[in-house]
Protein backbone atom coordinates (compact mmCIF):
# COMPACT_ATOMS: atom_id res chain seq x y z
CA UNK A 1 0.00 0.00 0.00
CA UNK A 2 1.79 3.27 -1.22
CA UNK A 3 1.03 6.77 0.99
CA UNK A 4 -0.60 9.19 -0.39
CA UNK A 5 0.93 12.58 -1.84
CA UNK A 6 1.87 15.16 0.18
CA UNK A 7 -0.57 17.78 -1.43
CA UNK A 8 -3.77 15.18 -0.78
CA UNK A 9 -2.30 14.78 2.87
CA UNK A 10 -2.53 18.39 3.05
CA UNK A 11 -5.95 18.98 1.39
CA UNK A 12 -7.83 16.37 3.93
CA UNK A 13 -5.84 18.08 6.68
CA UNK A 14 -7.33 21.53 5.90
CA UNK A 15 -11.28 19.91 5.36
CA UNK A 16 -10.46 18.62 8.89
CA UNK A 17 -9.49 21.87 9.73
CA UNK A 18 -12.31 23.66 7.72
CA UNK A 19 -14.78 21.48 9.68
CA UNK A 20 -13.83 21.90 12.89
CA UNK A 21 -13.39 25.84 12.72
CA UNK A 22 -17.32 25.50 11.90
CA UNK A 23 -17.73 23.37 14.30
CA UNK A 24 -16.28 26.02 17.08
CA UNK A 25 -18.37 28.98 15.25
CA UNK A 26 -20.90 26.92 15.94
CA UNK A 27 -20.83 26.10 19.80
CA UNK A 28 -19.63 29.80 20.02
CA UNK A 29 -23.30 30.63 19.35
CA UNK A 30 -25.05 27.68 20.85
CA UNK A 31 -23.37 28.27 24.05
CA UNK A 32 -23.90 32.15 24.08
CA UNK A 33 -26.39 34.11 26.04
CA UNK A 34 -30.12 34.37 24.40
CA UNK A 35 -32.25 37.36 25.15
CA UNK A 36 -36.08 37.56 23.80
CA UNK A 37 -37.28 41.10 23.06
CA UNK A 38 -40.64 41.99 22.42
CA UNK A 39 -39.71 45.43 20.03
CA UNK A 40 -42.84 47.76 20.46
CA UNK A 41 -41.57 51.28 19.22
CA UNK A 42 -44.80 52.67 19.54
CA UNK A 43 -47.48 51.54 21.95
CA UNK A 44 -50.17 51.90 18.95
CA UNK A 45 -48.95 49.40 16.43
CA UNK A 46 -47.77 45.62 16.44
CA UNK A 47 -44.73 44.82 17.99
CA UNK A 48 -41.85 42.46 16.73
CA UNK A 49 -40.29 39.52 18.41
CA UNK A 50 -36.17 39.71 18.40
CA UNK A 51 -33.99 37.26 19.65
CA UNK A 52 -30.54 38.41 21.06
CA UNK A 53 -27.34 36.31 20.59
CA UNK A 54 -24.42 37.05 22.01
CA UNK A 55 -21.51 35.26 21.48
CA UNK A 56 -19.59 32.83 24.20
CA UNK A 57 -16.24 33.91 23.54
CA UNK A 58 -16.38 37.09 21.20
CA UNK A 59 -18.89 39.46 22.79
CA UNK A 60 -20.41 39.98 19.48
CA UNK A 61 -24.33 40.71 19.68
CA UNK A 62 -26.67 39.07 16.41
CA UNK A 63 -30.25 39.96 16.16
CA UNK A 64 -32.34 37.45 14.66
CA UNK A 65 -36.70 38.24 13.90
CA UNK A 66 -38.02 34.75 14.03
CA UNK A 67 -41.30 34.47 12.81
CA UNK A 68 -42.83 31.74 15.00
CA UNK A 69 -43.38 31.71 18.55
CA UNK A 70 -40.94 31.58 21.23
CA UNK A 71 -41.23 30.18 24.72
CA UNK A 72 -38.96 31.65 27.46
CA UNK A 73 -35.84 31.13 27.21
CA UNK A 74 -34.28 28.54 29.44
CA UNK A 75 -30.39 27.44 29.73
CA UNK A 76 -31.02 24.44 28.16
CA UNK A 77 -29.93 23.93 24.96
CA UNK A 78 -33.21 23.89 22.90
CA UNK A 79 -34.21 23.89 18.94
CA UNK A 80 -34.93 27.85 18.67
CA UNK A 81 -31.18 27.84 20.03
CA UNK A 82 -29.96 25.83 17.38
CA UNK A 83 -31.81 27.03 14.59
CA UNK A 84 -30.88 30.45 15.58
CA UNK A 85 -27.13 29.76 15.82
CA UNK A 86 -27.57 28.09 12.43
CA UNK A 87 -28.68 31.51 11.04
CA UNK A 88 -25.40 33.32 12.39
CA UNK A 89 -23.49 31.10 11.92
CA UNK A 90 -21.07 32.99 9.63
CA UNK A 91 -22.75 36.44 10.61
CA UNK A 92 -19.47 38.85 11.55
CA UNK A 93 -17.09 35.80 11.89
CA UNK A 94 -15.77 34.52 8.64
CA UNK A 95 -12.14 35.61 8.23
CA UNK A 96 -12.41 33.83 12.38
CA UNK A 97 -13.22 30.51 10.45
CA UNK A 98 -10.59 31.36 7.51
CA UNK A 99 -7.77 31.76 9.82
CA UNK A 100 -8.80 29.07 12.16
CA UNK A 101 -9.29 26.19 9.77
CA UNK A 102 -5.90 27.18 8.24
CA UNK A 103 -4.28 27.06 11.25
CA UNK A 104 -5.99 23.93 12.63
CA UNK A 105 -5.35 22.39 8.89
CA UNK A 106 -1.84 23.01 8.94
CA UNK A 107 -0.93 21.87 12.31
CA UNK A 108 -2.99 18.75 11.73
CA UNK A 109 -1.33 18.03 8.66
CA UNK A 110 2.29 18.62 10.46
CA UNK A 111 1.30 15.72 13.15
CA UNK A 112 0.00 13.78 10.53
CA UNK A 113 3.04 13.97 8.09
CA UNK A 114 5.18 13.29 11.26
CA UNK A 115 3.93 10.02 12.24
CA UNK A 116 3.71 8.93 9.04
CA UNK A 117 7.32 9.63 8.65
CA UNK A 118 7.49 7.82 11.75
CA UNK A 119 5.83 5.10 10.49
CA UNK A 120 7.51 4.33 7.19
CA UNK A 121 10.60 4.62 9.55
CA UNK A 122 9.96 1.46 11.07
Known amino acids: MKPASTSLNYIRSLAIGVLLSMLFSYAVHVFGTWEIENYRPDPETTGTLLLHNKCAVFGNTHTLRPNTEISTMNKDIDGIKLAGSFMNFFDGH?????????????????????????????
Open 94 to 122: IILMLILSITMGSTIFFFRNRTQKKAIEL
